[in-house]
């Protein structure tokens, strides 16, 4: 093991994708799933302890069950985690950045990858003509999710293809999550979220927007398990009494009440309602329906009129959906399953179905898929290994709703247009910081936890900003960043321009299953190698809620 780790590690500064075939099922990396961040050394060399850990690992809200707040006192991996394989945090790219220029850099990710010119779908085009090289089958066909989105999306945020018909995404605006994905740590992304027809239909079987609008609304009051504001609507013409009030009237609210033991049911609308009525779909606090997808787009950083904005360009577009219904009692048996693995089988490694083209699907019925930019910069699909990478977050994290990050996060609908809109209409500018349970501002909470804002300490751009130089806060700043999150989340200028440019290396060498995080000097604040069960100096334990 040792020889292949070394032989591996030397391959770095070659193009990896030719050396290696994209259909593949090999894995090199045998735990591709635990990503780098979680090799983070907690203590620095002061003896000064921080805690990124909690932001995903923390007590769980039900239906998720893993409650896995051990993993911020002690390293959990299985043996052959053991090594850090994430070997381009462990490189200088001192010399290959400053040979990018901020021209070129600024030209690149202002190119669109996706869409062309005249408004085809770059990659779409690419999977229906799929290349041998892509197919792993060799059936001729793309047997995956071919995207469809057109990012061209209305006045309340639902995609419109170029025949003027909805695709049946809608774009969402969100708190980023914590950590490497705020924008200042490098990357910018968007998210869409895509029902099954049943829930964009009437209830005589016509696809009816007002219908679709409000199932999204029902869904994301079950997924946050709270009261969810909307427009106003007359519940007559829907049968469901939304606000819980004992009649049908006109509410401007869903009211999150669902307790079956206590016969206490909530209900879709339209189509969806019927089929519930019929057992034909299901409803569950905290779940999504069968047949949810998500569209995310991971891009580089623009820069306009001194700030900086969502670029053009994608570095990956990953994608989503659930295949199958757990319960809560399957749920809570993953879960089980999972914590029982990690502890008593060391030598096991997270197990997942599926393959580069159909994409790996999780023990909870999600199936995970992704495209990431090729030496040229147009997409391409990931490979197994590096499909494989995204499971692990999605599968095995205490942080997640129904596998995902992003819903639970959505703006309310007290926010503009109800939180229904692309970051490229509004930016965060003006977004207060979301109060935790306990009062606190999520993202200075981190802040205080994480005084660069990542989980490697390295950003110094976010330290200088909120402390001084001898480690104080600087209250103006954090007195800032409750009124207005953009301060924090946004890089400068140049400082994105730097990340664009790291990240561009990566892409150059086609090495993602080194590490896909962009970075200048060599990441000093991670593990080379670990201990099984090694503690992380971490004595006080933090809730991510």
């Known amino acids: ?74 390293l959990v991996f299985p043996e052959p985690g053991a090594i850090n394989r ?26 669109d990858n996706y869409k062309s010119d005249d408004g085809r779908l770059i990659l779409a085009d690419a999977l229906n003509a799929v290349p041998e090289k892509w197919d792993r089958n060799k059936n001729g066909e793309w047997d995956g999710f071919i995207p469809d989105s057109y990012f061209n999306f209305n006045e309340k945020g639902f995609d419109i293809d170029p025949n003027g018909k909805p695709t049946g995404w809608r774009v969402f605006a969100y708190y980023p999550f914590l950590g490497t994905f705020m924008p200042v740590n490098g990357s910018t992304d968007d998210v869409m979220i895509r029902l099954p027809e049943t829930f964009r239909k009437d209830a005589k079987g016509n696809f009816n927007e007002d219908v679709y609008a409000l199932n999204l609304s029902i869904i994301e009051a079950l ?8 427009p106003e609507v007359d519940e007559k013409l829907y049968q469901v009494d939304l606000n819980k009030d004992g009649k049908l009237s006109t509410t401007n609210m869903i009211r999150f009440s669902w307790a079956p033991n206590d016969n206490i049911f909530m209900s879709y609308v339209g189509l969806a309602k019927t089929k519930l009525d019929n057992k034909e779909v299901k409803l569950a606090a905290g779940l999504f329906p069968v047949g949810t997808e998500f569209l995310h787009s991971v891009r580089y950083i623009d820069a306009k009129n001194g700030k900086t904005v969502m670029a053009n360009r994608m570095k990956e577009l ?29 030598d ?27 030496k040229q910069g147009d997409l391409r699909p990931q490979s197994y290994e590096e499909n494989y990478f995204c499971v692990g977050c999605h599968s095995g994290t205490g942080a997640t709703a129904d596998t995902t990050f992003s819903f639970s996060r959505k703006f309310d609908n007290n926010n503009f247009k109800q939180g229904w809109y692309s970051w490229l209409e509004k930016d965060l500018s003006g977004i207060s910081d ?25 950003n110094s751009a976010v330290k200088n900003k909120f402390y001084d130089d001898k480690g104080n806060k600087k209250e103006p700043a954090f007195k800032a960043l409750e009124a207005d999150i953009s301060t924090l989340l946004m890089p400068e200028v140049e400082h994105a321009l730097v990340m664009n440019k790291a ?43």
């Not at 790219?93 to 400053?98: G, I, S």
């Not at 200075?444 to 804002?453: C, E, F, K």
């Open 1 to 74: 093991m040792l020889c292949l780790v070394a032989c591996e590690s030397s391959q770095t500064e070659r193009s990896e994708f030719e050396l290696d075939v994209l259909t593949s099922d090999v894995l090199k990396n045998p735990t591709a799933y635990i990503p780098p961040q979680c090799y983070t050394k907690t203590t620095d060399e002061d003896g000064v302890v921080h805690n990124p850990c909690y932001a995903c690992h923390t007590e769980s809200k039900a239906p998720n069950f893993l409650n896995d707040i051990d993993v911020q006192q002690e």
């Open 223 to 230: 997924l946050k398990q709270k009261d969810i504001q909307i």
């Open 434 to 458: 979301p109060l935790r349970n306990d009062g606190k501002g999520e993202y200075g909470y981190y802040l205080t936890h994480n005084p660069s804002g990542n989980e490697y300490r390295n």
């Open 86 to 111: 994430w070997h381009n945090m462990f490189k200088d790219n001192t010399k290959k950045v400053a040979e990018i220029t901020d021209e070129y850099i600024l030209n690149y990710v202002r190119e």
């Open 348 to 374: 096991r490694t997270k197990q997942v179905l599926g393959n580069m083209e159909v994409g790996l699907t999780i023990a909870q019925g999600w199936t995970y898929q992704g495209f990431i930019e090729d």
């Open 318 to 346: 990953r994608y989503a959906r659930k295949d199958n219904w757990r319960n809560y009692y399957q749920l809570e048996r993953i879960s089980t399953k999972e914590v029982k693995e990690r502890h008593d089988f060391p």
């Open 503 to 545: 990240y561009k290396v990566i892409v150059n060498e086609q090495s993602y299953r080194h590490g896909r995080d962009g970075h200048v000097k060599e990441i000093v604040n991670i593990h080379k190698e670990v201990e099984l069960g090694q503690d992380t100096g971490i004595v006080d334990v933090l809730n991510f809620h």
